[in-house]
């Protein structure tokens, strides 16, 4: 019972500071185990006189187990089984002045403090404020037997600063027992089931002790009058019968299975919405795969336009530079047949010279020289023919080529301007339709149901109807004075009158637009 006493220095000008019976002492101290005198608390007992003999003039025995008058022995010795003085309870019952709380049955049933050899430092220091001996989520509460150590700081301080200090451990104690109690939310005691995982375990739970209580049963029925362990296996069967209600118990709680059958739904929702996400993520991702698809088909048919482009235009490239080369060729042997005709004409003008001169000296030449001369000449002429003939029809052939040629590249600079002019005449009109009925707007754009409703007529014969209705109503005779025609021709806004006004218009384009 080292908790039922205010233990301090009677000297000192510092107390120990009782809490839930432990001791707060300064660490620059050196623990005194000389006990102060006890201070019984005014708001339970009534005030001892001033001589301190004793309480008032009851005639009762004190119902403490002890004397309060009497100071507590040293902690270091064995306290003695009954305090000198102390008067022996009668064996009944007997009453109590009013005012005085009776605590004679827990006296009674505590006894005297038991003996403990080891009463030094090390124990004091276990009950300690700031090293408490437990190491639990609550502090260890009090046996129903034992007194409560909150009334032993119940007495009124001298000052404020004790008063702010018992009004601290007060608090600090109702916190701790408040901290260490239950739940005081129902909701939160039956939080237990609060979870699929933790009611299926409990579900699987009850089955399995109605299984195990099951296979119990069996050999109680089997052996009923035999005696030997029979009692036992009943109190074991009754013990799991329990367990088994406890937990149906709980399972068949109504608001339990509220909570539940709504995080199941919750749950559900969830898993149904991640369902809903995983499709259309999926849907997504076979889009996006169609389109990637198209784009790399789209881009490889593009690919293969160009690299046949490209394969044509090398081909042509190629066969121009060889009939080039074919030509040049051609024309360098008809430069050297007409560069051989011209030595055969030489050859044969410088015989008739050398015949000459040889005919005025009266040289005479045979006949068979000059016949012989002359066919060979005729048989280098007829080769020479022969050879300007196939060079000339090589020749024709290469231009004919090469005319082809330039007429597919003409042909193709002319598909190329003519491509050219249609766009520019289609950019013209695309223009000249802005100007006069707005720019068209796309399909997805925001201002598409104004477009709708003005182009309604384009689609429909009632919506026509209805628009040359309502300008049929405009229509009024020729003679009328306010009347006037329609234009036939585009209503083109007027040049600017203002010079300033000039300068900030467009420049015209080249179209006159």
């Known amino acids: 019972m080292e908790g039922s006493y205010q233990r301090g220095q009677a000297e000192a000008p510092h107390f120990h500071h009782v809490f839930e019976g432990g001791i707060q002492q300064p660490a620059s101290e050196q623990p ?25 003039a009851s005639q009762f025995p004190l119902p403490y187990g002890f004397d309060p008058s009497v100071p507590p022995p040293n902690f270091v010795c064995p306290p003695p089984g009954h305090f000198p003085g102390m008067a022996s309870p009668a064996p009944g019952n007997t009453p109590s002045s009013p005012g005085v709380p009776t605590f004679q049955a827990a006296s009674q049933q505590l006894g005297a403090a038991p003996f403990r050899a080891n009463c030094g430092l090390r124990q004091r220091e276990d009950y300690r404020d700031g090293d408490l001996p437990y190491r639990g989520s609550s502090p260890p509460q009090p046996h129903p037997l034992q007194r409560d150590s909150s009334w032993e700081t119940a007495a009124h301080p001298e000052d404020e600063e004790e008063l702010q200090r018992w009004q601290d451990r007060q608090w600090l104690t109702r916190f701790l027992q408040s901290r260490g109690g239950p739940p005081d939310n129902p909701q939160e005691q039956r939080s237990g089931l609060g979870s699929v995982h933790v009611f299926k375990e409990a579900l699987y739970s009850a089955a399995r002790l109605l299984s195990g209580l099951k296979e119990l049963c069996l050999p109680l029925q089997h052996n009923l009058h035999s005696d030997s362990g029979w009692s036992e296996s009943y109190q074991m069967a009754l013990h799991i019968k329990r367990e088994v209600q406890a937990k149906v118990q709980k399972l068949t709680d109504s608001q339990n299975l509220d909570l539940l059958k709504v995080k199941v739904a919750r749950i559900a929702e969830r898993r149904a919405r991640g369902l809903r996400a995983k499709k259309d993520r999926q849907v997504e991702q076979v889009l996006a795969e169609e389109l990637s698809t198209e784009k790399e088909a789209s881009i490889d048919k593009w690919r293969m336009r160009q690299i046949q482009k490209v394969e044509e235009k090398k081909k042509e490239q190629e066969l121009k530079l060889s009939a080039d080369a074919v030509l040049c060729e051609v024309r360098r042997k008809q430069a050297d047949v007409k560069r051989m005709q011209d030595i055969m004409r030489s050859l044969e003008k410088l015989r008739r010279l050398r ?23 005729e048989q280098l002429r007829g080769v ?35 491509r050219k002019e249609r766009e520019r005449q289609l950019e013209r009109k695309r223009r000249v339709d802005s100007m006069l009925f707005g720019d068209e707007s796309p399909a997805d754009s925001i201002l598409q149901p104004f477009a709708d409703y003005y182009s309604q007529a384009e689609h429909s014969l009632q919506a026509l109807v209805h628009i040359r209705r309502d300008w049929d109503v405009f229509l009024v005779a020729a003679d009328h004075p306010d009347g006037s025609g329609v234009p036939r021709g585009w209503v083109l806004p007027d040049s600017p009158s203002d010079q300033n006004w000039a300068s900030a218009l467009q420049a015209a384009d080249p179209d006159g637009l």
């Open 384 to 418: 020479m023919k022969r050879r300007t003939e196939l060079y000339s029809a090589e020749e024709k052939a290469l231009m004919v080529m090469l005319e082809g040629e330039q007429q597919k590249e003409r042909r193709r600079e002319q598909e190329m301007q003519i």
């Open 32 to 56: 005194n185990h000389t006990a102060p005198p006890w201070i019984p608390p005014t708001a339970n007992f009534l005030a001892p006189p001033p001589g301190g003999a004793g309480f008032g």
């Open 355 to 377: 015949k000459e001169a040889a005919s005025r000296k009266g040289i005479g030449t045979e006949l068979e020289c000059d016949e012989a001369f002359g066919g060979q000449l």
